[in-house]
T-cell receptor, first 115, second 113 residues
Framework: DAGVIQSPRHEVTEMGQEVTLRCKPISGHDYLFWYRQTMMRGLELLIY????????DSGMPEDRFSAKMPNASFSTLKIQPSEPRDSAVYFCASSLVGQSQETQYFGPGTRLLVL | GDSVTQMEGPVTLSEEAFLTINCTYTATGYPSLFWYVQYPGEGLQLLLK?????DKGSNKGFEATYRKETTSFHLEKGSVQVSDSAVYFCALSGSGGYNKLIFGAGTRLAVHP
C-alpha cells in the first residue's frame, strides 16, 4: 500500500488567498483525521471523519477552515481566506476500526506558509 | 478530560547512552497507549503500543510498559544511535470509542556521536 498521500507537500501563498490541502487515506480505512502542527501549539486535532461523515470538528479554529470528505478515498481541508497565523504543517491520518487497535497512519504532511 | 504529559525536551545524549522519556496520562476507563516517532520532515509513525495494563510494547530496541498503578508509559532504549534523533510523542486512545488519539506535546531527542 502507498500509505496516506497528501498534496501539495509545500504551499506558499499570500494572505487572503484560498488554500486547499488534499488527502488520500489508505484504502479500506474508515477513519480520517486532520491535524495541524506548530511549534507553539504542538499537534492539534482539527477534525475527523468516520465513513466520510464528520464526527468531531471542535478543533477547527474558526469559520475560515472547512473540511470535506466526498468519498472514502479523498478529503480536503480548505482555508479561506488564509492568514499568516495559519502557517503550519498539516497532517492527514487514517485508521481502521477493529484492526490495529486505533493505530493511526500519518501522511508526510503539507507545509503551509502564508505570507 | 483525558490528557497526556511528557517530559520536556530537548533530551541530548551521546551515542550508546540509555534513554528514558517519561510519559504519564489521565484517562477515564482503560485506554490503549502509544508512542509515535517523527523524524525530521516526515509524518508521525507508530513506534510501539500497549493495549492493557502490564503489557509491554517493543520495537527497534525501544520498549514501554503500561503501568496502570502509576498511570505511566515511559519510553526506554538501552543504547541510542544517532539515527534515533527525532521527536517522540506519547498518546492514548480517547474515551468515546471513535479511534481518537490524545497526544502529548512531544519530546525532542538529539543523539550525538
Amino acid at each position: 500500500d502507498a500509505g496516506v498521500i497528501q498534496s501539495p507537500r509545500h504551499e506558499v501563498t499570500e494572505m487572503g488567498q484560498e488554500v486547499t490541502l488534499r488527502c488520500k487515506p489508505i484504502s479500506g480505512h474508515d477513519y480520517l483525521f486532520w491535524y495541524r502542527q506548530t511549534m507553539m501549539r504542538g499537534l492539534e486535532l482539527l477534525i475527523y471523519f468516520n465513513n466520510n461523515v464528520p464526527i468531531d470538528d471542535s478543533g477547527m479554529p474558526e469559520d475560515r477552515f472547512s473540511a470535506k470528505m466526498p468519498n472514502a478515498s479523498f478529503s480536503t481541508l480548505k482555508i479561506q481566506p488564509s492568514e499568516p497565523r495559519d502557517s503550519a504543517v498539516y497532517f492527514c491520518a487514517s485508521s481502521l476500526v477493529g484492526q490495529s487497535q486505533e493505530t493511526q497512519y500519518f501522511g508526510p504532511g503539507t507545509r503551509l506558509l502564508v505570507l | 478530560g483525558d490528557s497526556v504529559t511528557q517530559m520536556e525536551g530537548p533530551v541530548t545524549l551521546s551515542e550508546e547512552a540509555f534513554l528514558t522519556i517519561n510519559c504519564t496520562y489521565t484517562a477515564t476507563g482503560y485506554p490503549s497507549l502509544f508512542w509515535y516517532v517523527q523524524y525530521p520532515g516526515e509524518g508521525l509513525q507508530l513506534l510501539l503500543k500497549a493495549t492493557k495494563a502490564d503489557d509491554k510494547g517493543s520495537n527497534k530496541g525501544f520498549e514501554a510498559t503500561y503501568r496502570k498503578e502509576t498511570t505511566s508509559f515511559h519510553l526506554e532504549k538501552g543504547s541510542v544511535q544517532v539515527s534515533d534523533s527525532a521527536v517522540y510523542f506519547c498518546a492514548l486512545s480517547g474515551s468515546g470509542g471513535y479511534n481518537k488519539l490524545i497526544f502529548g506535546a512531544g519530546t525532542r531527542l538529539a543523539v550525538h556521536p
